[in-house]
């Protein structure tokens, strides 16, 4: 069993910038791949970035490319989601989810998952 708790989302002005943190507990941490992703009202689940267990291989959703930077701590067993230039499409509810393979883009991929936490960009 792995238990993810999302920390960092708030409100903030469009070209603004956040960061999310997920933490692991539970099981070895750096035996998982992880995910975020993030779901609006009435929406699927939508994939935002993924990133491997050593943090050596990352992948990265078109619409939030060279905006977005994944990366891990596994010292710390922590996660993170760097937002820059944030939009208003950009706001949603950001999840984050583990999985004990490859990284994966699909959200039903992934076994475990956090509780959420809400990003809102204004314009």
């Known amino acids: 069993q792995v238990q993810l708790v999302e920390s960092g989302g708030r409100l903030v002005q469009a070209g603004g910038s956040l960061r999310l943190s997920c933490a692991a507990s539970g099981r070895t941490f750096n035996n998982y791949a992880m995910g975020w992703f993030r779901q609006t009202p009435g929406q699927e689940r939508e994939f935002v970035a993924a990133i491997n267990w050593s943090g050596g291989n990352t992948l990265y959703a078109d619409s939030v490319k060279g905006r977005f930077t994944i990366s891990r701590d596994n010292a710390k067993n922590t996660v993170y989601l760097q937002m820059n230039i944030l939009k208003p499409e950009d706001t949603a509810v950001y999840y984050c989810?583990?999985?004990?393979?490859?990284?994966?883009?699909?959200?039903?991929?992934?076994?475990?998952w956090g509780q959420g936490t809400q990003v809102t960009v204004s314009s």
């Open positions: 989810a583990a999985r004990q393979d490859i990284v994966a883009v699909t959200a039903t991929r992934y076994r475990y």
